[in-house]
């Protein structure tokens, strides 16, 4: 992995990280997709990827990320490239954040929760955290505390998933400006199968509703926090915290074309201004200027205020999902992730019909009958 970039801000003391991309390309899982048309995006190497462009079949849109993690990459090699170097930071008293981001059915949760047999990045980088611990123990001076919380912020509520009965809870800042939330639950953690004893149950709590596009569409933002605190064995007992949040974005799709009506219109609403806020956020601290990064404007951004830019070390993997039903919503995922974009006047080379040009023609005009760009 290539080094962050960092880069002293105008006061000089305080560092400002960028925000690491990743995308990871999930499977091509629907075979029925448009008669069969085949992936509309693919990998060109480790940071490279290519789209077909809907404005003009003979070209592509080539975008460049810090990493490209293509259909066949392991939970295992997520994990390492675009998390692991994150965490050890958190035992130093520094903050991270991990986001996934994208459509709904792009493989989000996959990519965070995974299944029993292809563990994901919560369950490793919880192990992660204990085994750096372990290690530490040994040879610091520091005893080590582990503690977990588990929120969504549903409709710009925020909502203790380890306590479901709570109500919308307040986000507060102290005086040296740290983030936290009063009244949040935070259970002390001492292994993994802790962990997972409070984790498994609370992760059932999460609000979900079916849309058109996706029985299991999750429409709400569901945030684990894992809070290391470390306290000097000799006096004066100085103390550090450091938090790493591991967030699963609610989806990223333009809700105008999944025929969501009444309340899920006004939860799309909702979501949408903390993705919306989100990407602002992200295109302020990665633009390295000094303009106010406007934090303040949605429930999960000044949550994460404290654990994103600054001093934090925070990883935005993007989902994205070949088929072409997605086309759209990859787009504007990929617009959402990449600064660095390029057309190439190059035809996509379709990999399963056997006459490449029509089908991009096709897929086109139903885009385009479809109505809004990228
Ligand atoms: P999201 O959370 O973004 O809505 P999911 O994680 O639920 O998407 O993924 C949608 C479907 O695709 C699931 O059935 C999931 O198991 C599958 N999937 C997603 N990513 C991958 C992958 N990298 N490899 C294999 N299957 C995947
Ligand atoms: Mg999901």
Request: glycine residues 6%; contains cysteine.
């Amino acid at each position: 992995m290539a080094a962050q970039r960092v880069t002293v801000s105008s006061d000089g003391n305080k560092k400002i990280s960028r925000v690491r991309v990743a995308v990871r390309l999930r499977p091509y899982l629907d075979k029925e997709d448009e008669k069969g048309e085949g992936p509309c995006v693919r990998g060109l190497d480790k940071q490279n990827l290519e789209i077909v462009n809907w404005r003009n079949a003979t070209e592509t849109v080539k975008y460049h990320f810090d990493a490209f993690h293509g259909e066949k990459t392991t939970q295992q090699e997520v994990f390492l490239s675009s998390v692991k170097p994150v965490l050890s930071h958190v035992l130093n008293g520094q903050n991270a954040s991990v986001f996934a981001y994208g459509p709904t059915g792009a493989g989000k949760t996959h990519t965070m929760l995974g299944s029993a047999e292809k563990p994901g990045v919560i369950p490793r980088a919880v192990r992660e955290v204990f085994n750096l611990v372990h290690a530490k123990d040994a040879e610091e001076g520091w005893d080590y505390s582990i503690s977990m919380s588990y929120l969504e912020i549903y409709n710009e509520k925020v909502l203790d998933l380890l306590s479901p009965s709570s109500q919308d809870l307040p986000i507060r800042q102290d005086k040296d400006k740290n983030i936290f939330i009063p009244g949040l639950t935070n259970v002390t953690i001492s292994s993994f199968s802790d962990f997972d004893t409070h984790f498994v149950p609370a992760s059932l709590n999460r609000t979900t509703a079916s849309t058109k596009m996706n029985q299991r569409s999750s429409r709400s933002h569901a945030i684990l926090l894992i809070k290391v605190v470390r306290t000097s064995r000799v006096l004066p007992h100085r103390q550090q915290t450091g938090k790493l949040y591991l967030v699963d974005l609610a989806g990223s799709e333009d809700n105008r074309r999944t025929g969501n009506q009444g309340i899920r219109l006004k939860e799309s609403g909702a979501i949408n201004l903390s993705l919306f806020t989100l990407s602002k956020v992200v295109d302020s601290l990665n633009s390295g200027t000094s303009v106010r990064v406007p934090y303040r404007d949605s429930k999960l951004t000044r949550l994460l205020q404290d654990s994103l830019g600054g001093s934090a070390h925070s990883v935005m993997i993007t989902n994205i999902a070949p088929e072409y039903k997605y086309y759209f919503d990859t787009f504007s995922a990929l617009n959402f992730a990449a600064k660095s974009k390029m057309i190439v006047n190059k035809p996509f080379t379709r990999e399963t019909v056997a006459v490449p040009v029509l089908p991009v023609k096709r897929a086109r005009e139903e885009h385009k009958a479809g109505g809004s760009g990228s």
